[in-house]
């Protein structure tokens, strides 16, 4: 469970800037974590964009996966498709996924970013523009650096950040690199990521 | 660099100095290009950058190369190539001489691919392809065709999944370092400076490539991207886009009809 305090440290940061979107990401490893953390997400009208290190060219069938554990649709996006909400956007494989101000997606084939296509930091980056204060950015467990300067970005914006405990995870290197970068408003175990959804997305049906 | 920062000035001077205007762009990619050629020149933001241009013009084509961003591959999604060479195909060969634009063509990839498909199907005699692009430098690679030899083995791969008859390494010469292509293959082509952002129409063709190129432009600029390829297609003539491109979100694109929904195919009406 989560802490009251860290619940309450959501509340008072959402009293002043209620979400817009909520970003997630993790390398190949958090697939199982992020089977915990989508069903907890109410049925909400933020757009939740998610960005997981796959190999290029490896058929994929995670929208199907994912759409199993979740009340949201999950969606592939196409270029300069609208960032809608009320459903789950998951990077397309060999793509860089961006969010633009006009909140459009950008799919492109930049060069990768930590050695990731897509990566999390080209996602948080742009997503932390695009919503300021108003992006709730979270990085799962994972075994490169990827996501802890987008988690800063997201900071310097303003935005609210948490992070996996590095203690509870499997992959330590992203977790550990985006506290060290970030200093995420809260750090916490899978099931406290899963209720702390619960919470920001309860109070945001369409 | 304050991620903040305003790029405007930047790019109004690169547009009245070097004549290259990004300012239709999408802003969020071009935001991290314009980062990764200023990191790359050791100045510190889009104004230093600005400021060292200024200084020194000739550096310009080092940034124009980071920010056009030639990546491309042949045979880039097999998937794609198999519907060009086992349907759109059919449609080129009824025109005694057909027209074929590749938009954006970069260092070449794509147009070594399509020769290599036409020249398959018994049509490149007769084709003629407009291959255009902004970057000078780019333009050279494509006309020059030579490769790093340690990507044919993944080209290959991709040619053999398109449906290609044969084998990749008929078309080059191979040493060391290099797959140089077989210089028949752009007998064919023209290659051209042309700006998708400021030029016109220059001819009409059967057909559009133009792939992983609008994903770089904001919605305006693909708007007058997509009008251009309207103007230029004839009726039926047909557009392909890269994997994750659409029509569907320009006002355009009551001019095209889905052709093939996979494989991002389209059809002008």
């Known amino acids: 469970m989560v802490p009251a305090d860290l619940i309450a440290r959501y509340r008072v940061h959402a009293a002043s800037h209620p979400p817009s979107a909520i970003a997630i990401g ?80 950008s799919v ?25 204060p108003a992006l709730v950015a979270i990085v799962l467990g994972g075994a490169s650096q990827d996501g802890a300067s987008g988690a800063a970005r997201v900071r310097q914006r303003g935005g609210f950040v948490i992070v996996e405990d590095p203690a509870t995870t499997e992959f330590t290197v992203m977790p550990t690199a985006a506290v060290e970068r970030a200093q995420p408003q809260i750090v916490i175990d899978r099931q406290g990521i899963a209720a702390l959804l619960a919470e920001i997305t309860g109070g945001t049906s369409a | 660099m304050d991620p903040s920062e305003d790029l405007g000035p930047l790019l109004a001077y690169m ?12 802003e969020a990619s071009l935001r991290r290009r314009i980062v990764r050629a200023a990191e790359k020149l050791g100045c510190a933001d889009a104004g230093a950058l600005h400021e060292r241009l200024s200084r020194e013009p000739a550096l310009f084509d080092r940034v124009l190369n980071e920010v056009t961003v030639p990546v491309s591959e042949l045979f880039r999604d097999p998937a794609f190539f198999r519907i060009l060479r086992e349907r759109v195909v059919p449609y080129l060969a009824t025109f005694p001489f057909p027209r074929i634009w590749v938009a954006g ?11 290599i498909v036409l020249r398959e199907e018994g049509l490149s005699s007769r084709a003629l392809i407009y291959a255009t692009d902004i970057n000078p430098r780019a333009l050279q690679m494509a006309e020059a065709g030579i490769y790093d030899i340690g990507r044919m083995a993944a080209f290959s791969r991709q040619y053999q999944a398109s ?44 057909m559009v490539l133009c792939r992983n190129v609008l994903i770089y432009f ?52």
């Not at chain 1, 960005?51 to 996006?77: D, F, I, Q, W």
């Not at chain 2, 449906?163 to 797959?179: D, K, P, T, V």
């Not at chain 2, 557009?239 to 009809?257: A, K, M, Y």
């Open chain 1, 26 to 105: 993790g390398s190949a490893g958090s697939i199982e974590t992020l089977g915990v953390l989508l069903p907890a997400i109410a049925p909400t009208a933020l757009p939740i964009l998610v960005v997981v290190h796959l190999r290029a060219n490896e058929p994929t069938r995670l929208p199907e996966l994912l759409g199993s554990k979740c009340r949201l649709p999950v969606r592939m996006p196409f270029d300069k498709q609208p960032c809608d909400g009320a459903t789950v956007w998951l990077a397309p494989p060999d793509f860089h996924m961006l969010v633009e101000r006009d909140r459009v997606f």
């Open chain 1, 108 to 132: 492109v084939i930049d060069e990768p970013a930590h050695f990731s296509r897509p990566a999390i930091d080209v996602l948080f980056e742009s997503a932390a523009d695009a919503f300021g």
């Open chain 2, 15 to 26: 547009r009245s100095r070097f004549h290259y205007d990004f300012t239709g762009y999408a």
């Open chain 2, 105 to 115: 063509c970069s260092t070449g990839e794509e147009v070594y691919s399509l020769s």
């Open chain 2, 163 to 206: 449906g290609g008859r044969g084998s990749l390494s008929r078309y080059y010469h191979a040493n060391e370092s290099a797959a140089v292509f077989d210089r028949s293959l752009r007998e064919r082509v023209v290659f051209a400076d042309h700006s998708l952002a400021t030029d016109g129409v220059f001819a009409e063709v059967q």
């Open chain 2, 218 to 269: 904001g919605r305006e600029l693909q708007d007058r991207a997509f009008g251009l390829f309207a103007d230029a297609l004839c009726p039926l003539g047909f557009l392909g886009l890269g994997q994750r491109e659409t029509v569907q979100f320009s006002p355009n694109r009551t001019s095209f009809r889905e052709f093939e929904e996979e494989t991002r195919w389209y059809q002008r009406i």
